[in-house]
């Protein structure tokens, strides 16, 4: 089978497409068909092998595991013999190692099945930022009915979905994106929109109860002048700005600060989770939620598809598109 496969730390210049031997399935595993998979800044972050720290897991001088890709969405080919939740046919969406390549495999809990309503592109961009939208806004937040949300960089993979999940929980949801992506944005849910090129965020009268920020554009300090004295400060980790290169120092800080002031501070770092697969199958089935696609690019183009990533400019998600 073919796959993008990289030997060296680099630019996406360091890509290429192999043939490689097709995945063998384990008994609780299954084999997937790949017909989509979602780039995330985590490829990014292991395609060049920074933070440098990471290469203490990934392998100091050359990857270890040298295949990209953690979001997938496709057919299952063959299931292992304890899975009983999945046949040869079902059409799936969930999380795996290696999504760029024509074949996967991944554990039988680390997918669900794909609503017809939606497509293979939109279902493999959920993953990873459903992940991180619902266990910020949910988990961490702990947002209610009523309450204000302001989510900066809203046109993005994991804001597009971040305004919509936030809506589904009754919140006000104040969104902050360039002006090409103001109607984008409103389309989606938001209450308010902020232009960012006209009016600076953390300069506004209101307050808000959380403040979800995916673009590191603005430090904590000046977040804190539009953030409720009670309220929480989420910073997205997988993100290429200051909340990945200084992780561990604001942990750190945060530890030491927090019991000294009411407001609080949280770094989101998404894990898979099985029950937040069912329950964005149940909200992209009624509609409540739909996946917001930028750019589909071939396998080929893996190289091409990481450049646009690394710009930052992508309105929803990134995917690579296989034929069926």
Known sequence: MK???????GSPDVLRI????????????????????????????????????????????????????????????????????????DAVFGACRGAFAEYATTAADAVALKPDNVTFEQAAGVGVAAFTALQALRDKANIQPGQKVLINAAAGGVGTLAVQIAKWFGVEV???CSSRNVDLVKSLGADHVIDYTKADCTQGTQQYDAIFDLAGNHSFSEFRRVLKPTGIFLGAAGSRDRWMLGFFGSVIAELVVAPFRSQKRAIIMAKSSKPDLNLMHDLMKSGKVTPVVDRSYKLS?????MRYLEEGHARGKVVLALES
């Open 3 to 9: 796959a993008v496969v990289y030997h060296e730390y």
């Open 18 to 89: 192999e043939d490689i031997e097709k995945p063998a399935t384990g008994d609780n595993e299954v084999l997937i068909k790949v017909r989509a998979a979602a780039l995330n800044p985590l490829d990014w972050h292991f395609m060049r092998g920074i933070p440098y720290f990471l290469r203490l897991m990934l392998g100091v001088r050359k990857p270890k595991f040298i295949r990209l890709g953690v979001d997938v969405a496709g057919v299952v080919e063959a299931a292992g013999s304890k899975v009983a939740e999945f046949k040869p046919g």
């Open 174 to 176: 104040t969104g902050v």
């Open 301 to 305: 183009e893996a190289a091409g598809a």
